[in-house]
C-alpha cells in the first residue's frame, strides 16, 4: 500500500535587497557613527525611495575625528545571487565646507572591488546614487562636505563570474538595479514581468491591429548595448532573463513569424544543448555543448581536451581562435540553437516560428550570426 504524504504548504520566498542598498547602509553608518561617536549600532533604517528597510550593521569604527568606516554584508534573500554574504564597506570622511568655492556636498568614489567604466567613473548607476542623496544628504553638517569611498574586498574576484565587462565595468562590481529589493529567482515574477511585455509588443495584432511579429529576445542587460550597436529598434526587443523556453512558447503562442535570440555566447549555447532556462543553478553544460560541437566539424581529441580543461566558455572560445576552429565551431552551435528552438516550439505551441542567433562574446563583439 502507498502512503502519500499531506501536502505541506511552502513559505514564500523571502525577498532580500540589492547591493546598493548594503553600500548605502554601510555608509550611513558611518557618517551617523561620525556624528555621535558613542552611539552603537547594530542596523540602520534606510528610506528606499518606495518604502523603508532596516539593514543590518556588521562593524563600525572610527578612524579619527573626521572618517569612519562601516561594513555590512550582503544578503540577497531567496535569490541565488553570487553577492551573498559579501562585505561591503563605506569609508566616510567629512571635510570642512569652503563657502567661496562651489563644492559637491556629497562625493561618491570607487575603492578596491568596485567597478569603474570605461571612462574611470565609479560604477555607480542612477538608483544608487539617489538612495544615497536621500539616506545621506540630512545627516551631513551643514558646515562639512562628505567623500563616500565603497570597497568590495571581494568585488574583483566576484566580477570574473559575471557579464560585467560585455557593457563596460571593469574592475569589480557595480551598485546597479532600479529596486532595493532583490526579488528570488524562485519566485515566478521576472517571468510574468517578461511574459507581459512580450504581449504588450503583440497584443494589438490579435485586436486586429498592426502588434509586432518578429521579435528580437536579449539574453541579459548586456544584450541591450549590443542591440543598440545593431541598430535593432527597442521597440522590437523583450527582454528574458534565464526563461527562454518559456517565452519561445509565449511568442509562438501568439503566432509571432520569428524571434531572433541576442545574447553572450556562454548563456544562449545552452540551448544547443536542449537546455531551455539558462540559469546556471539549474544546468550547465557549456563547455560540454562547445566540445560536442568541435567533434562535430572535425576537430580532434586534442582540441576536445582543450576545450574541456578550459576555467569557463570564455576562455573556450578563446582557445579556439588560437586553433582556428571558432568559426567553424560557432556556426555550427548558431544552426544547432536555432534548429532546437524551432522544434521545442513546434513541440510545445504547434506552430512553426523562425528563430535566428546573434553570439556576441564577453566584450560585446559579435562572433557569430544564423539569421533567418
Not at 172 to 187: H, K
Request: overall charge negative.
Amino acid at each position: 500500500m502507498c502512503i502519500r504524504d499531506s501536502p505541506i504548504p511552502l513559505s514564500p520566498p523571502l525577498p532580500g535587497y540589492t547591493l546598493p542598498v548594503f553600500a548605502v547602509a554601510a555608509a550611513k553608518a558611518a557618517l551617523i557613527n561620525l556624528r555621535n561617536t558613542t552611539e552603537k549600532l547594530s542596523s540602520v533604517s534606510l528610506d528606499l525611495l518606495d518604502e523603508n528597510a532596516e539593514i543590518a550593521i556588521a562593524q563600525v569604527a572610527l578612524l579619527d575625528s573626521n572618517s569612519a568606516l562601516a561594513i555590512t554584508l550582503s544578503n540577497p534573500g531567496d535569490n541565488l545571487d553570487l553577492t551573498r554574504n559579501t562585505p561591503i564597506w563605506a569609508l566616510v570622511k567629512l571635510s570642512p565646507r569652503q563657502e567661496e568655492i562651489e563644492e559637491e556636498i556629497l562625493t561618491l568614489e570607487a575603492g578596491e572591488g568596485l567597478g569603474k567604466t570605461a571612462t574611470g567613473e565609479a560604477a555607480i548607476y542612477s538608483f544608487a546614487r539617489r538612495l544615497f542623496t536621500a539616506n545621506l544628504l540630512p545627516l551631513i553638517p551643514e558646515d562639512k562636505i562628505a567623500t563616500v569611498r565603497i570597497i568590495l574586498p571581494q568585488g574583483r574576484e566576484l566580477a570574473k563570474r559575471t557579464s560585467n565587462e560585455a557593457f563596460g565595468i571593469l574592475e569589480g562590481l557595480a551598485l546597479l538595479g532600479t529596486s532595493g529589493i532583490s526579488q528570488p529567482l524562485s519566485a515566478a515574477d521576472h517571468l510574468e514581468e517578461f511574459r507581459g511585455i512580450l504581449r504588450e509588443k503583440v497584443k494589438r495584432d490579435a485586436y486586429g491591429g498592426q502588434g509586432l511579429r518578429n521579435l528580437v529576445f536579449c539574453i541579459g542587460a548586456n544584450g541591450y548595448s549590443v542591440a543598440e550597436r545593431l541598430s535593432i529598434p527597442e521597440s522590437a526587443i523583450v527582454p528574458t532573463g534565464n526563461w527562454l523556453g518559456a517565452l519561445l512558447i509565449e511568442a509562438g503562442l501568439y503566432k509571432v513569424d520569428s524571434v531572433l535570440l541576442l545574447g553572450y555566447q556562454g548563456k544562449l549555447i545552452k540551448l544547443a544543448g536542449g537546455i531551455f532556462n539558462t540559469s546556471s543553478h539549474i544546468a550547465d553544460a557549456k563547455l560540454e555543448i562547445i566540445a560536442a560541437a568541435v567533434v562535430e566539424v572535425g576537430g580532434d581529441i586534442a582540441a576536445v581536451r582543450t576545450v574541456l580543461q578550459a576555467k569557463t566558455a570564455d576562455e573556450a572560445h578563446k582557445k579556439l581562435i588560437e586553433l582556428n576552429l571558432v568559426d567553424a565551431v560557432f556556426a555550427n552551435l548558431a544552426q544547432k540553437i536555432s534548429r532546437k528552438a524551432q522544434s521545442y516550439v513546434k513541440k510545445y505551441a504547434d506552430v512553426e516560428m523562425k528563430v535566428g542567433v546573434v553570439l556576441f562574446d564577453r566584450k560585446g563583439e559579435v562572433i557569430c550570426k544564423n539569421q533567418f
